[in-house]
């Protein structure tokens, strides 16, 4: 059996994060939230869009996106929740000398929408020594020869001065992750072509990222015909073809010999096209550092979701992988530990991640029950927290000069 990649971000810290006012989360490679609609499993994961979509987007792109500072900000009812977010990342090894890394950075409310980065901190052990940066207010210290950006308070500093040899990683690895929400309509309309090296959020781009595919591995774009007809039976062939200026997908589709049929993908059902999507992010080149993927299970038939656990599996062999699923059938898999599912629970407007209960964890320890049985049964339950006193968390780490 095949090992399964450990996970390279292995600690996520959130500090007043959308409905998330203070978490650590640790890692298994892959990791299954589940929790209620409602709950904030979509926050949760944003969290991994926000930093990967700040290495290389302004920072006030990034905010006004999501609708500015204030939206993005936990504002609980009571004074002790200031005004800051904070993200931090302690990360494994990135290469043969980095054992593990951090970086974090605190951003400020200001006034009139406006924001300011208060401090950010990159640290990285290398053969070990380490080697950093830290920068608060209008200061920036670093142990690194030569690293000395000038920065407005509304810039971060990592994707300045991430083309240092040992900073370069760190950059590489948040700049990497993505987080997928498949859309069927986008993938059924054509669009016009493009690189074809990073699958869209929505998979709007699927047919340029399979000719890449396709050009760079064909064996990769082999592997995607196989998952495919897995998950839907008698679909054999899936290519990029072009109209005019425009991309768009076609399937061909055998159902005897010498039966089959092309079909453009607006033909196509939604199942289909969402798995196309997962498909493309899963094979796209280069891959992601960390996968997101929200409700794989959506519009898909319960007999499919077998080999959507495979793809997710394999997918987990060559990336780290974080999923956010209702389905029992996918939390049906014989090979799902308890080390691989968190609890997101939502109770007076805060967001909590969480293990599994001790009685939960034993109960998958002895093959009693599946996971999914557990969630038919409304028996997967997280351990019990208190959300009255939330520890606080330290985002940044202590370094020597």
């Given at each position: ?5 450990e996970p ?5 810290i ?6 998330i006012p ?13 929790g209620?609609?409602g ?6 994961v ?9 290495m290389t987007?302004?920072?006030?792109t ?18 002790e ?15 043969g ?19 300011r ?23 920036f ?28 990683p760190?950059?590489?690895?948040l ?10 309509l ?14 869209r ?50 399937f ?10 092309k ?7 939604d ?21 997101v ?6 519009t898909?038939?319960?007999g499919a979701?077998?080999a ?22 996918i ?18 407007g805060?967001?909590r ?20 049985e557990l ?17 606080t968390?330290?985002l ?6």
């Amino acid at each position: 059996m095949e090992r399964l990649m450990e996970p390279v971000v292995q600690k996520l810290i959130l500090q007043r994060f959308r409905s998330i006012p203070n978490d650590e989360i640790t890692f298994d490679n892959p990791m299954f939230l589940i929790g209620r609609n409602g709950s904030g499993k979509s926050n949760f994961v944003d969290a991994f869009a926000f930093l990967a979509e700040a290495m290389t987007t302004p920072l006030q792109t990034v905010l006004d996106k999501r609708g500015g500072i204030a939206t993005v900000r936990y504002r609980g009812t009571g004074r002790e929740h200031p005004a800051n977010v904070g993200l931090g990342v302690t990360f494994g090894p990135l290469n043969g000398s980095i054992s593990q890394a951090h970086y974090a950075v605190e951003i400020k409310a200001e006034q009139n929408h406006s924001f300011r980065v208060v401090r950010e901190q990159c640290v990285v052990w290398c053969d070990g020594d380490a080697f950093w940066f830290d920068r608060s207010k209008k200061r920036f210290r670093s142990n690194i020869a030569g690293v000395t950006p000038s920065l407005e308070e509304t810039s971060l500093a990592l994707p300045v001065v991430g083309g240092e040899s040992r900073l370069a990683p760190v950059l590489r690895t948040l700049s990497g992750m993505r987080v997928y929400s498949i859309e069927p309509l986008q993938l059924r309309l054509m669009h016009d072509p493009d690189s074809g090296q990073s699958l869209r959020p929505d998979g709007g781009n699927a047919a340029s990222v399979l000719l890449e595919i396709k050009r760079r591995s064909p064996d990769d774009h082999r592997r995607i015909e196989e998952f495919l007809s897995a998950i839907v039976p008698n679909t054999t062939h899936v290519n990029s073809v072009k109209h005019g200026s425009k991309l768009s997908l076609e399937f061909t589709q055998e159902w005897s010999e010498r039966k089959r049929q092309k079909f453009e993908a607006d033909s196509m059902s939604d199942g289909t096209l969402r798995a196309l999507g997962l498909l493309t992010a899963v094979f796209q080149h280069p891959t992601p550092t960390v996968l997101v993927i929200e409700e794989p299970e959506a519009t898909m038939h319960p007999g499919a979701l077998g080999a959507m656990m495979d793809l997710l599996r394999h997918a987990s062999r060559i990336t780290q992988v974080v999923v956010t699923t209702h389905s029992p059938e996918i939390l049906d898999a014989s090979w799902l530990e308890a080390r691989h599912l968190r609890s997101i629970q939502w109770e007076a407007g805060v967001t909590r991640i969480i293990p599994l209960s001790n009685g939960t964890r034993q109960i998958l320890s002895d093959r009693l029950q599946t996971a999914g049985e557990l969630l038919r049964s409304n028996a997967l339950r997280g351990q019990l927290v208190s959300t009255e006193r939330i520890p606080t968390r330290s985002l940044f780490v202590e370094i020597s000069e």
